[in-house]
């Protein structure tokens, strides 16, 4: 069988099981305990946020951890979030865990801005300046898209907010770009950035969420104070050090370059095939999406769990009908109807992912008869 939903999830590194096992059966201390190995493990803790900065290229700011991206989404956003008439501005191509949030504001009353996507999968950024006010509270705007790669332009938003709309927080979730794209946030200037350990071989239920002033987030959640207060409850040590762990064992220059051959080897097969589109433009090496025409995409998937896994999209929203990101791009729900998310992963080989196409071809070419 041969994993590629590498978006989806991934397997445990080696790295982060050392940790996890560690901080699980000999540290496991809760660091908010005040005896002398509680203490340390408090202090290993802050090392750990300090060492995630460094994964992320950032040298101010602070490190919320989080139990995953969808958390730090509704941390950043909820938490970002201000009593009057301010404005609110998502793109219409954002995972479940803003795009559904985005909706709940909207029925609070709250005025919210859709960006919409152009045809090449990026945001339109003629729109988004147009809609920048004064008024602006926040813009969430992912870098790489969870359906299709595509990246955004994160330093161009970023110059866009702070010119037209200086009062702004811009948040980005960074779950499919953190350890798979060479970034800086420093560079990037953004005020608040999501990640989730399970996208980069840590465990899953562990996040965080870089906040470069803690100062603007309200807590959502009340208890003990943990996490600078905002987030408070004790913390998941063993998925913490071992989501760092995992980061810090990730050389994402080397890996984007291999990940990139495997994927133009992959979509180079489908070269000769007429029924089969490839989505998007500008995207990631990790993420591709193709659209079968003729065949349910569903179906397709079925049909090839035996020997080669893909997905349809977003995990989160797997089991619903449609995909907003493929509408917001113009596709039809016809289109739609026959789309599989390919992810790849540094650990593959060509022999994998030509075995892979070579598979899904021919079910698909299968089906197809069938469906004659």
Known sequence: MIYLDNAATTP?????????????CENFFNPSATYIQAVKVAMLLDEARARLKKCLGAKKGDIIFTSGATESNNLA??????????????????HASVNNLAHALQKEGKEVVFVPLQKSGEIDYDFLQKVLTVKTRIVS?????????????????????????????????????FKKLKFNLDELDVD????????????????????????????LVFGGGQEYGIRSGTENVPAIMAMVAAAEAIDEEKNFEHVQKLKNLFLSQFDDCA????????????ITMLLFDGVNGETLTRALEDYVIVGRGSACSAKKAGNHVLEAMGFTLNQIKGAIRV????????????QAASIIKDTYQNLLEKLK
């Open 12 to 24: 445990l590194c080696k790295q982060a099981l050392q940790e996890y096992e560690k901080f699980s």
């Open 77 to 94: 956003v909820r938490g970002g979030a201000r009593e009057g008439k301010w404005q609110y501005v998502f793109s219409s191509g954002e």
């Open 141 to 177: 705007i992912m870098f790489v898209n969870n359906v299709t790669g595509v990246i955004n332009d994160i330093s161009r938003i970023s110059k866009l907010v702070r010119r037209y709309a200086p009062s702004a927080l811009l948040h980005v979730d960074g779950v499919q770009a």
């Open 192 to 219: 608040l950035f999501s990640i989730s350990g399970h996208k980069f071989h840590a465990p899953k239920g562990v996040g965080a969420l870089y906040v470069k002033n803690k100062a603007v987030l309200k807590n």
């Open 275 to 286: 029924g089969v589109k490839i989505v998007g433009e500008n995207a990631s090496p990790y």
């Open 343 to 354: 992810s790849f992963d540094a650990s593959l080989t060509e022999k994998d992912v030509l």
